[in-house]
């Protein structure tokens, strides 16, 4: 797993945790640590798969990602035959989507109750033929849907397109409800089983 970080302020660890399909923890990598005031950094973590034990354990995996202890990602990956028909390429939050080109600006996980919104962009690559659609799902820190949730069309086959979801905080009742936040991204209804999580903070 590769993540790039922008902005550092201060130097914290990177852990990267993987999860068997039955929910119990199979291995832990560490990714090092941020080094303070650079402009961008990288963190990865790996787990050995072909040649061991888990290569024969099929079904969805998760690696769950925490900088400074705190949970910023969820990324289910499948291992067996299974062959997908996208790629999740990239994906980040941000306050503001460019007007002209909705790529996000200034991504980052935390925010405050006069924020006026958190914007989930997702990048898809290597889209084969067929009809899509991405379904976002805010979660607050109790663990219930907000009911927020926006979904976008697409289609292939494609080289790469974005979707994009957003929850509005300030003057809305996410802003009365502080916390540790997630956003679930569904593909095509398969709401059994998110394409990806994402971890966000909305503070007083």
Same mark, same amino acid.
């Given at each position: ?33 941020? /080094? ?11 787990? /050995?798969?072909?040649? &061991? ?59 405050? &109750? ?91």
């Amino acid at each position: 797993m590769w993540m790039n970080f922008t902005n550092v302020q201060i130097s914290e660890s990177i852990d990267f945790y993987w999860y068997l399909p039955n929910g119990t923890e199979h291995f832990q990598s560490v990714g090092g640590s941020l /080094p303070t005031g650079y402009p961008w950094d990288v963190g990865y973590g790996h787990m /050995p798969l072909g040649g &061991t034990p888990a290569a024969d354990v099929t079904g969805v995996w998760h690696v769950l990602a925490y900088v400074g202890g705190a949970k910023i990602l969820n990324q289910p990956f499948y291992v067996g035959s299974y062959t997908s028909p996208l790629t999740i390429s990239f994906s980040t939050l941000a306050p503001v989507l460019k007007s002209t080109t909705y790529y996000p600006i200034n991504s980052t996980i935390y925010y405050s &109750t006069s924020s006026v919104s958190v914007n989930s962009y997702v990048l898809f690559t290597n889209i084969g033929s067929g009809s899509y659609n991405a379904t976002f799902d805010f979660i607050t820190p109790q663990g219930t849907s907000y009911g927020n949730a926006s979904s976008g069309a697409f289609s292939g086959p494609s080289a790469s397109t974005y979707v994009y979801g957003y929850l509005d905080i300030h003057g809305y009742p996410a802003a009365s409800d502080p916390g540790a936040w997630e956003v679930l991204i569904y593909v095509n209804n398969n709401f059994a089983s998110p394409a990806l999580i994402q971890s966000f903070f909305i503070s007083s």
